[in-house]
């Protein structure tokens, strides 16, 4: 089957369901509230449309809805989104099916930057709330730098090398938060529940700021199937066939970086998307990047948006780190698919 | 098309090439041979613009290698290692179509004509039915036959050969062999190989190239390079010559 009909069939149908999966995940919760109400209240706040919709709700249904429940369920469906994509571009830049958005460090950094905030309890004045994704992010970019240019030789970055320099760079990050976490005593159930991963503290303005950055990161990072098609054929073959072999890498590290940092400074280390999903998908489709991105894309939004409604509802009124969920989840799943599978498919 | 000016290339404190020059004339079909270590490969390392030399110009279509962007040169350029394409999980048809990619922009999708032009080559190299395999059920052989492919539709004007057919059996070196040589025939292409098998060096190349310790021996035809006596000062085993018997080309045997 060719790919333009596999797309044709596939996203409408992945698009469908993350609506129905988030539409449901609106539903539960210490309030249930209807689907029905869930879709009149979200239409309601469309221009044009909203003068046919007779309110038929309560107003802290409402609120608990566009309010509440919505940020934070369209925020998992942004981080699932973006920790697939980049795991996908990992595992396609590293040429290793062991690959995930933390494989380089860019979570270490951004819990370590986040443990600071929690344990100092510092704020940067002009970024008030923000101060804890802004600082997370950074340390989390500024790892990847570090780990990028350790691995730097010459004019190449060779990928074992920059899996080593990730690995060194993750131990020493280790230790360091490991003594924040020591020193800090009482914000340290905080600390754990945030590396774990959670999207507890949500609004719209955590959308608003993570939004943008990742669907920018996504488009440019879609149209680069074609080269990581090419770098599977191996590098050589890649650079003979007119891909900057260096500056593509890059690029596509850069990207898949920024997305990573972008979703865990705002939700924590989530881990187990973008290892689980992109596999998943590849097991599905094959290995044809083209196919692997804009999949990866969809199926790591309904995954964590299920996961989190789990780690709400599952042992209510307590809430699970969606960490553990992810990975409840995940690895059974994998396992399953795995023994499944007869060819290779990396 | 090629003009190789007194190159020399060093790696940490090996002298890899010293002081090589050499021309390749458009449409010309060269061999480069010689004993392991020779510097061929690093030569087409230089070439194909993947390393820069320590000194000297390697100048591919007048400019040199080093200058040209990878995709610009990569237009111009194809080519074909030993390994080939790795046995990675993607359609011949893909395969060959990524040789398209050099004449395509980065936001730009292939079109029409680069599907015709692949249809073409998979007919041209008898890949037609093959298309929908994937690279990792094929033989080394036929990958490397998909690999001509993938160079053909890249629709190149120079085509560089490391070693093509060394895995392969005596059917696919020369169904590799032949392919090329019909290639070149029919669009004036311009071809360096480096081949280890001197009877099919002798056999597919107008001139021949000899190497050994980064420099080069001798350059001539096959009468002239396929000799005794300059064999054995390079290869140290003598081999006797004798004529193919319908082509009349020297021949070894050891």
Known sequence: MNNRLILSIAIPALLTTLLVVMSLAITVGAANINWQDVWLIVFAELPYIHQW????????????????????????????????????????????????????????????????????????????????????????????????????????????????????????????????????????????????????????????????????????????????????????????????????RFYLLILASIMTGAAVSVSGAIGFVGLVVPHIIRLIVGADYRLILPLSIFGGAIFLVGADTLARVLMAPRELPLGIITAFLGAPFFAYLLRRTKREYF | MITIENVSKQVENKWLLNDVSFKVDEGACIGLIGPNGAGKSTLMKLLSGLEEPTSGTVKVLGKEAGKWSVKKLAQKVSVLTQDGLSPYPMTVYDAVLMGRYPHLSFF?????????????????????????????????????????????????????LDEPTSYLDIGYQVNVLNLVKEWQNRDQLTVLMVLHDLNLAAQYCDQLVLMNNGEVIKQGTSEEIIEADTLQTVYQTKPEIIRHPKSNIPQILL
């Open chain 2, 108 to 160: 730009q999708r292939e079109g029409t004509e680069d599907y015709k032009r692949v249809e073409n080559v998979l007919s041209m190299t008898g890949l037609d039915s093959f298309r929908n395999q994937m690279l990792d059920t094929l033989s080394g052989g036929e990958r490397q036959r998909v690999a001509i492919a993938k160079a053909m539709v890249q629709e190149p004007e120079v085509l560089l």
């Open chain 1, 53 to 248: 919709i007779e309110p038929s709700w309560s107003d802290s249904t409402e609120t608990i809805v566009l309010d509440i429940r919505m940020p934070r369920v369209i925020l998992a469906a942004i981080v699932g989104a973006a920790l697939a994509l980049a795991g996908a571009i990992y595992q396609g830049v590293l040429r290793n099916p062991l690959a995930d958005p933390f494989i380089l460090g860019v979570s270490s950094g951004a819990s370590f930057g986040a443990a600071l905030v929690f344990a100092f309890g510092f704020q940067v004045v002009w970024l008030g709330k923000f101060t804890l994704p802004v600082v997370a992010f950074m340390f989390g970019f500024g790892t990847l730098m570090v780990v990028y240019f350790l691995a730097r030789i010459g004019q190449k970055v060779r990928m074992e090398t920059i899996i080593l320099a990730g690995v060194v760079v993750q131990a020493f990050i280790g230790a360091c938060l490991s003594l924040v976490m020591a020193l800090a005593n009482e914000q340290l159930q905080t600390i754990v529940f945030w590396m774990m991963g959670s999207l507890t503290l949500t609004d719209w303005s955590y959308n608003q700021i993570v939004l943008p950055i990742i669907l920018i990161c996504s488009i440019i990072a879609l149209f680069y199937a074609r080269e990581l098609n090419m770098l599977g054929l191996g590098e050589e073959v890649a650079h003979h066939s007119g891909v900057s072999v260096e500056k593509t």
